[in-house]
């Protein structure tokens, strides 16, 4: 499977639709609607057949994590735990960590990747090249990003690093915080917010991303370019 979680919007056309899963194609599972029985993609959001073929469901933001890295941001935080989880084993501590460390060389099928689409581009960053750096700042569309892996490797953020209209830089520091080097406030990496200095309680906008596994990936999204490669 291509070990993503995505959250989607289920109304289109004025109508909320319901949703169930009927296979899986290079990696991806395949959704259906019931009101069309058109066949979507899980990874992308996107119709591939039916009557809705080339409709895309809109994208909530959302994010893959620990749920101790979730319950220290949102303490209040209820969850549904369902007894049987197929594919379970898949997102563990251990999982993150053997894509972390795989042996460097050109991109490969099973390569874990954190995916960001932008309205024409995508990109992906390789898990076991953003675990050397977990942190990067560069442009995607134009737009001054950045790029965050957390040191356990299961919690990936990408921001846009501008700020009423001023695009700040960045350092991770070694008490696992960002600070900005215009104002030398520190931030949350996992929200996003200003902790302290003169920007506290600003709140980078976060862009949607998804960890997946790269030949699902590639196989929607074959113009992807990959960080850290010539293009």
């Known amino acids: 499977m291509d070990h993503s979680g995505v959250v ?19 990696g991806t599972l395949i959704m259906y609607d019931e009101e069309t029985q058109s066949r979507w993609s899980q990874l992308f959001g996107k119709a591939v057949s039916g009557k809705m073929k080339g409709a895309a469901l809109e994208k909530l933001p959302s994010t893959m994590t620990t749920w101790a890295q979730w319950k220290a941001l949102h303490p209040e935080t209820t969850v549904y735990v369902k007894r049987s989880v197929p594919y379970s084993s898949r997102f563990t501590k251990e999982t993150f960590e053997k894509a972390a460390k795989m042996a460097p060389g050109p991109v490969r099928g099973n390569d874990l990747i954190v995916g960001l689409e932008g309205h024409v581009e995508a990109r992906a960053y390789l898990l076991r090249r953003l675990a050397d750096e ?12 950045a790029v965050y892996l957390s040191k356990d490797f299961s919690t990936a953020r990408v921001y846009d690093r501008q700020i009423d209209g001023r695009a700040l830089s960045f350092r991770l520091t070694e008490d696992e915080q960002l600070e900005d080097a215009e104002t030398g406030s520190r931030w949350n990496p996992i929200s996003g917010e200003a902790l302290s200095g003169p920007l506290q309680g600003k709140k980078l906008q976060s862009l949607i991303s998804t960890f997946a596994v790269w030949f699902a990936w590639e196989h929607y999204r074959p113009d992807t370019t990959i960080h850290g490669e010539s293009e």
């Open 8 to 26: 989607y919007a289920r109304e289109f056309d004025g109508k909320k639709h319901n949703f169930g899963v009927v296979g899986v194609d290079e």
């Open 134 to 145: 977990r942190f990067v700042e560069e442009r995607f569309e134009g737009a001054p990003i």
